[in-house]
C-alpha cells in the first residue's frame, strides 16, 4: 500500500501524520483515506494539494507500495509548503559548506562570523516554517543563543560555550514568560530544543576551531558529504536504499578519509565521525517535529535549510567525541 504522509488539519482530523492506504492510483488512494477518516479529513483534503514523491500530482496518478503521497493544505498568507526547488534546497545549502570552508582557512574570526550568519538564517528557516503550520517557536532566544555562544566560546572557549547553551535554554524559557502567545508548553519545548542545538552547533564549531583548522576542515567535510549522499540517494529513489543509511555510511566514510588526510586522530576523528552520522538522524528527526509535525526519516521536509537541521546536532557531537577521546 502506497504511503500516505498529513499535516496540519488534514493530520489532527485523521489522529496520525504517516500511514498506508490501499489504492492502485492517487483518487483510489484519497478515496480510501476519507472513508476511513470522515467528514472533518474530506472537508481539509477538499482544498489540499497532493503530491507523490515531491511532484504534484492528480486523481488518475498510478501509484505503488513503493510511493510517496503527500497532502499539503494552505498555510497562512495562502502560501503552500510544497517540496523546495533544487536550488533552493542544495544551492544554500552548497553555498553555506563553501563560505564554511573558505572562512576556517582564513581566520577563527572569519569562521565564527560565518558560522553565526548560517545559524542565523538556518534559526529563521526552522522557526518561520513551525509558524505556518501552527507551532510558534521563539526566534528571539534562538537568535541570542546562537550569537551569544559565538562570542562567549570565542572569548571563553568550553567555559564560555557551555555557559552559552545552559543561558540559551534559559533564555527561552524566560521568553515565554514576556511573549505570551509562546507559552504553550510545546512552543517552550521546541523553542528550548531549537535553542539548544543551535548554540551547541555553532558553539562546537568554533571549538574545533580553536583546537584546530584541520579538524573543523576534517567535520565540515564530513557533514558535506553525508548531506550531498543522502540528497542524491534520495533523488534518484533507489527501491530498497534508503536515504538516511546512505547518508550515515557516506559520513563515516568522509570521515575515515578526512582523518587521513587532514590530522594525524585515525580512530578518534572516525568515531567523531560515527557519532555525528548518528546526530545527523537526530537533527534530522527534530527538524521534522518541527518543520511537519512528525518524525519522518524519509521524504521531502517543508523549508529551504532542512538539511541543516542534522549538521548542527552533529556538530556538537563530532566536537564531544573527540573532547572525550582526546
Same mark, same amino acid.
Given at each position: 500500500?502506497?504511503? =500516505?504522509?498529513?499535516?496540519?488539519?488534514?493530520?489532527?482530523?485523521?489522529?496520525?501524520?504517516?500511514?498506508?492506504?490501499?489504492?492502485?492510483?492517487?483518487?483510489? !488512494?484519497?478515496?480510501?483515506?476519507?472513508?476511513?477518516?470522515?467528514?472533518?479529513?474530506?472537508?481539509?483534503?477538499?482544498?489540499?494539494?497532493?503530491?507523490?514523491?515531491?511532484?504534484?500530482?492528480?486523481?488518475?496518478?498510478?501509484?505503488?507500495?513503493?510511493?510517496?503521497?503527500?497532502? =499539503?493544505?494552505?498555510?497562512?498568507?495562502?502560501?503552500?509548503?510544497?517540496?523546495?526547488?533544487?536550488?533552493?534546497?542544495?544551492? =544554500?545549502?552548497?553555498?553555506?559548506? %563553501?563560505?564554511?570552508?573558505?572562512?576556517?582557512?582564513i581566520?577563527?574570526?572569519?569562521?565564527?562570523?560565518?558560522i553565526?550568519?548560517?545559524?542565523?538564517?538556518?534559526?529563521?528557516?526552522i522557526?518561520?516554517?513551525? %509558524?505556518?503550520?501552527?507551532?510558534?517557536? &521563539?526566534?528571539?532566544? !534562538? *537568535?541570542?543563543?546562537?550569537?551569544?555562544?559565538?562570542?562567549?566560546?570565542?572569548?571563553?572557549?568550553?567555559p564560555?560555550?557551555?555557559?552559552?547553551v545552559?543561558?540559551?535554554?534559559?533564555?527561552a524559557? %524566560?521568553?515565554?514568560? *514576556?511573549?505570551?502567545?509562546?507559552?504553550?508548553?510545546?512552543?517552550?519545548?521546541?523553542?528550548?530544543?531549537?535553542?539548544?542545538?543551535?548554540?551547541?552547533?555553532?558553539?562546537?564549531?568554533?571549538?574545533?576551531r580553536l583546537? &584546530?583548522e584541520? *579538524?573543523?576542515?576534517?567535520?565540515?567535510?564530513?557533514?558535506?558529504?553525508? !548531506?550531498?549522499?543522502?540528497?542524491?540517494?534520495?533523488?534518484?529513489?533507489?527501491?530498497?536504499?534508503?536515504?538516511?543509511?546512505?547518508?550515515?555510511?557516506?559520513?563515516?566514510?568522509?570521515? %575515515?578519509?578526512?582523518?587521513?588526510?587532514?590530522?594525524?586522530?585515525?580512530?578518534?576523528?572516525?568515531?567523531?565521525?560515527?557519532?555525528?552520522?548518528?546526530?545527523?538522524?537526530?537533527?534530522?528527526?527534530?527538524?521534522?517535529?518541527?518543520?511537519?509535525?512528525?518524525?519522518? =526519516?524519509?521524504? &521531502?521536509?517543508?523549508?529551504?535549510?532542512?538539511? *541543516?537541521?542534522?549538521?548542527?546536532?552533529?556538530?556538537?557531537?563530532?566536537?564531544?567525541v573527540?573532547?572525550?577521546?582526546?
Open positions: 500500500m502506497p504511503r =500516505l504522509r498529513l499535516f496540519a488539519n488534514l493530520r489532527e482530523a485523521a489522529g496520525t501524520a504517516d500511514t498506508r492506504v490501499p489504492g492502485a492510483t492517487v483518487g483510489e !488512494v484519497l478515496d480510501n483515506a476519507v472513508e476511513r477518516f470522515g467528514d472533518g479529513f474530506a472537508s481539509g483534503l477538499s482544498i489540499a494539494r497532493v503530491w507523490v514523491n515531491g511532484d504534484e500530482a492528480g486523481a488518475d496518478r498510478t501509484v505503488t507500495d513503493d510511493d510517496e503521497i503527500a497532502l =499539503l493544505p494552505p498555510v497562512s498568507g495562502g502560501a503552500t509548503a510544497v517540496r523546495n526547488p533544487v536550488v533552493m534546497e542544495v544551492g =544554500l545549502v552548497a553555498a553555506i559548506a %563553501a563560505a564554511l570552508l573558505i572562512a576556517n582557512t581566520s577563527l574570526q572569519w569562521t565564527a562570523v560565518t553565526v550568519l548560517a545559524g542565523g538564517v538556518w534559526a529563521f528557516d522557526t518561520d516554517v513551525a %509558524a505556518r503550520r501552527g507551532l510558534v517557536v &521563539s526566534a528571539v532566544p !534562538v *537568535l541570542g543563543g546562537i550569537t551569544g555562544g559565538a562570542l562567549a566560546t570565542y572569548r571563553f572557549g568550553l564560555g560555550a557551555a555557559g552559552a545552559v543561558l540559551a535554554a534559559l533564555g524559557l %524566560a521568553w515565554a514568560v *514576556l511573549a505570551p502567545r509562546h507559552r504553550p508548553m510545546e512552543s517552550i519545548a521546541a523553542s528550548v530544543v531549537v535553542a539548544v542545538v543551535g548554540t551547541f552547533g555553532v558553539a562546537s564549531v568554533i571549538l574545533l583546537g &584546530s584541520d *579538524l573543523t576542515t576534517a567535520f565540515l567535510v564530513v557533514a558535506a558529504v553525508a !548531506v550531498a549522499a543522502s540528497w542524491v540517494t534520495s533523488r534518484v529513489e533507489i527501491t530498497g536504499v534508503d536515504p538516511v543509511v546512505v547518508g550515515m555510511v557516506a559520513a563515516i566514510a568522509a570521515g %575515515a578519509v578526512a582523518a587521513t588526510v587532514w590530522t594525524d586522530d585515525l580512530w578518534p576523528t572516525v568515531a567523531a565521525s560515527g557519532g555525528a552520522a548518528i546526530a545527523l538522524v537526530a537533527g534530522r528527526n527534530i527538524g521534522t517535529l518541527m518543520r511537519a509535525g512528525g518524525f519522518f =526519516l524519509v521524504g &521531502s521536509v517543508p523549508g529551504s535549510l532542512h538539511y *541543516l537541521d542534522g549538521v548542527f546536532a552533529a556538530g556538537g557531537i563530532f566536537w564531544l573527540l573532547y572525550v577521546l582526546s
